[in-house]
């Protein structure tokens, strides 16, 4: 059942006893969104024995070092190299060599963030230890089942005891699949992230804007990682022309996921992509991607986090898919959806061209909390365990 909590209520029935924690990461976004919780869990929260097990899903220093140093995240009490593969072969080598561990720290509850396949291989390793699983970002729905993401966080939160929603939406998503009675509205952690790494990004941006050449407001943040959009030829071939177009009138500045630069690679497409005015550059910490979305004049993706991060800054967003799992972005024109390629060029300037989008977007109303969530997740994990 979705009960409204009064979390100062919580924390007078918080217990004193020591609970274990393990938290499950192994893949970008899922840094973003658990540092804050860490932060919470370490600072405040002492009767938390927290373990965080890094599952080596990115393992590049750009994808994975550069956030723990960012975000100031402790080292991981291991890290299973678990890398690259197919969906399978990714999923049951995280939760192969995850058992173990997780069997000789016999936490009270695991947690485990996002949609990712790190995700899913660690609901999965829990669940069938009958260790309790928590779910950070729960209920989210794009509908689409093609979308690997889509079938992680359906099976991770039906395997859930615990299921932190970020929004009333993804509340009502849990509720619809009868998962109520595990569901909390904490909001989301990323808002909470972004609190805390503003300020560095204000210190920060106007140099790193300047490396790129870059003024404010007069620049496309590209970002594009989707095997929809990266991995069949022909489509990502339009794209790149597309931005192309698109950079003869408006910089453009893409920094390359690891798997797009492959593609780029495979497909014989980076020669000619580097010769066109798109800044191709290598993927960025979480410090200097904020700092390039927070004065693009729009930002062009296919990721889930940064069409949230793009709404939270005020930044108006394109989003390369035909649909998303996060609704409440599509809140007056903020984010729109873009299915055919050659229309980029098109839109990227009608939004840059529109004086006011920023204002309207700013008027509508926060529906990802108000950067309270970790605080919120923790007394509810002490209030549980
Ligand atoms: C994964 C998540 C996706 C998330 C994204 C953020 C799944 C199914 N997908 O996608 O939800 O939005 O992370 O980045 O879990 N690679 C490297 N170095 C690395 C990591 C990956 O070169 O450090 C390359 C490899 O060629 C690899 C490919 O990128 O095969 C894809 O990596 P993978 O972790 O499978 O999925 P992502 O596309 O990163």
Same mark, same amino acid.
């Given at each position: ?15 004193? &006893? ?8 192994? &893949?970008?976004?899922?840094? =973003? ?12 929260? %002492? ?5 965080i ?5 990115h ?7 550069i956030?723990?140093?960012e ?7 291991? /890290?299973l ?10 999923t ?5 060599r ?14 485990v ?16 230890? /009958? ?20 079938i ?20 009502? /998503? ?47 943040l ?15 071939r339009? =794209?790149? =022309? ?6 003869? *009138?408006?910089?453009v500045i ?27 550059? *290598? ?14 004049s729009?930002l ?9 991060? &793009?709404?939270?800054? *005020? ?19 903020? /984010? ?7 229309? =980029? ?12 989008l920023?204002? *309207?977007?700013? %008027? ?22």
């Open positions: 059942m979705y009960v409204s909590v009064s979390y100062e209520c919580l924390e007078m029935v918080g217990t004193m &006893a020591r609970m274990d924690v393990m938290l499950v990461v192994g &893949a970008r976004p899922q840094f =973003i969104k658990s540092a804050p919780l860490i932060r919470e869990i370490l600072s405040r929260h %002492r009767q938390i024995r927290l373990s097990v890094h599952s080596g899903q393992y590049d220093p750009e994808m994975s070092d956030f723990f140093r975000l100031r995240m402790p080292e991981p009490m291991v /890290n190299q678990a890398g690259s593969g197919s969906h399978a072969e990714q049951a080598t995280i939760m192969k995850l058992e173990g561990p997780m069997i000789k720290a016999k936490p009270d509850v695991v947690i963030p996002g949609d990712t396949n790190t995700t899913l291989a660690a609901a999965l390793t829990a669940a069938k230890l /009958n260790i309790p699983v928590a779910h950070l970002e729960a209920g989210l729905r794009s509908g689409d089942m093609t979308m690997p993401e889509e992680n966080r359906r099976l991770t939160d039906h395997c859930s005891a615990l299921l932190f929603a970020p929004t009333q939406t993804a509340v009502c /998503n849990l509720k619809r699949e009868g998962l109520s009675n595990a569901s909390w509205l904490t909001g989301d952690t990323m808002v909470d992230a972004l609190h805390i790494a503003m300020p560095q990004v204000r210190a920060k941006e106007r140099a790193f804007l300047e490396q790129f050449r870059l003024r404010p407001h007069q620049y496309v590209v970002t594009l990682h989707r095997p929809s959009n990266v991995d069949n030829h022909s489509r990502f339009q =794209i790149l =022309i597309a931005l192309d177009r698109l950079s003869k *009138r408006l910089p893409f920094p390359v996921h690891p798997r797009t630069l492959k593609r780029l690679d495979k497909l014989g497409l980076r020669k000619s992509s580097t010769q066109t005015g798109v800044i191709i550059t *290598r993927p960025q910490g979480c410090i200097e991607t904020l700092g390039l979305l927070h004065n693009a729009s062009l993706t296919d990721s889930g986090g940064m069409q949230k991060e &793009a709404f939270l800054l *005020r930044v108006p967003c394109i989003t390369l898919r035909s649909n998303t799992e996060w609704p409440e972005t599509l809140e007056g024109g903020a /984010n729109r959806l873009l299915v055919n390629p050659e229309m =980029i060029p098109s839109m990227a300037m009608r939004v840059a061209s529109d004086e006011k920023r204002d *309207r977007i700013g %008027r509508i109303a926060n529906p990802f909390g108000n950067g309270h969530s970790s605080a919120k997740i923790a007394h509810l994990l002490r209030m549980t365990f």
